[in-house]
């Protein structure tokens, strides 16, 4: 097959966990399948930034994804006549929108309904063409990815699709080979970033679903108790919402004792993750929840909110509080601070669950999801090869 990827949308640093998501499964295909064709369409920000095997080939689109509405017409305009060009057998758009009248299938991944759920994460034009478009992506696609099974049954719902279309694809659990960082390194990280260990880690964009006002609140009250640990958060700082989050530091008189990062390169987190304390990830809303699954994998106990999609992910693995109750989120970070016994059992039952989940598997789900598209499911290659 010739397998086209649409990155247009990646604008690096800026778009969360789609970023780590196409990065991932690129990476991962490179390494399961050297008999496909790959063409990664990219734009002028991330062009060039991607790892790619021997059978990949990058085709540089003149297209800047800051200016959406350049990216979106160039999308829905100029990349059909360029997945002709290239004869193409299927087209995967991992960032929930693709071509409405692309030449050959269609195959997205919708990672959330975030735009539908919290409509106030996006400016009113861009919540606009979000409904529009994802709802008719999803409805010419010939395959859908989801990223959980309670996410695919709210896509399958709130889009009014097939149940048929639509299929749940765990991502993996991190880095296949994490990076062994020296100490002195590690210390320089740390302190580039203004963080003191004993510290609580968080890792979320400044969306209004990540909860991170609730957070900031616990946060609070668990200083009247135990005043050793920093809170570091580590993502996207959104200016609108980032600003209302600095007034509530202020409000609050947190300053100091918060540090947020931004977006920071993979071999960093990794670094911030092994030197933490503990994870709290009070989301309202995700898909899947991948810090989850990097902070088990590197021994970090987790505390998250009870989302069917994050108890799904967590298992029995982790602590889970109710979201909307500040007092159960302190509640829960201070027993899995103080408690060593339960830290033991996290830790221990948060590394087996984590080795569950690995990007060999995302992209041999995915590729099979490629074939059926495409009209080429492995029954169809064995009955070919067999002669019937």
């Known amino acids: 097959m010739k397998i086209g990827i649409n990155a247009l949308y990646l604008i690096p640093g800026r778009v969360g966990g789609s970023e780590i998501y196409l990065r991932r499964l690129i990476s991962a295909l490179s390494r399961i399948d050297r008999e496909n064709e790959y063409i990664v369409f990219t734009n002028r920000e991330n062009s060039g930034s991607f790892d790619l095997g021997d059978n990949f080939r990058e085709h540089h689109c003149p297209v800047r994804a800051l200016i959406r509405p350049h990216r979106i017409a160039w999308e829905q305009l100029v990349l059909p006549y360029r997945a002709r060009q290239h004869n193409l057998n299927v087209l995967h758009s991992p960032g929930f929108v693709a071509p409405l009248f692309s030449p050959c299938p269609s195959v997205i991944t919708i990672l959330d309904l975030i735009y539908l759920e919290f409509p106030e994460t996006f400016p009113f034009a861009a919540r606009t063409w979000m409904r529009f478009l994802v709802r008719h992506s999803a409805r010419r696609a010939r395959a859908i990815i989801a990223l959980s099974r309670y996410s695919r049954d709210e896509i399958l719902w709130a889009l009014d699709i097939p149940f048929w279309k639509i299929k749940a694809i765990y991502m993996g659990g991190g880095e296949d080979k994490p990076p062994q960082i020296p100490r002195e390194e590690r210390n320089r990280i740390l302190h580039k970033a ?4 004993p510290f609580i880690l968080t890792v979320a964009a400044a969306h209004p679903h990540k909860n991170l006002m609730r957070l900031l609140e616990a946060y609070y009250q668990l200083l009247k108790e135990e005043k050793r640990y920093q809170l570091v958060i580590v993502g996207v ?49 995700e898909g899947f929840g991948l810090p989850i699954l990097e902070s088990m ?87 070919s090869i067999s002669g019937f």
């Open 237 to 285: 700082k959104h200016n609108r919402y980032y600003q209302k989050l600095v007034n509530m530091l202020e409000r609050l008189n947190l300053r100091g004792r918060v540090v947020f990062t931004g977006w920071i390169p993979e071999r960093e987190k990794e670094c911030i993750y092994n030197e933490a304390r503990l994870l709290v990830f009070p989301s309202l809303l």
């Open 297 to 383: 994998r590197c021994g970090l106990p987790v505390a998250c909110s009870e989302l069917p999609s994050l108890a799904e992910v967590a298992g029995e693995a982790a602590c889970l509080f109710n979201p909307y109750s500040v007092e159960d989120i302190t509640r829960t970070l201070l027993d899995c601070l103080s408690n060593d016994d339960l830290r033991r059992r996290l830790i221990a039952r948060g590394r087996i669950h984590a080795e569950k989940f690995n990007w060999e598997e995302t992209a041999w789900k995915t590729l099979e999801v490629y074939r059926e598209a495409a009209g080429l499911s492995r029954q169809n290659r064995i009955d």
């Open 194 to 197: 203004g963080i003191v260990p």
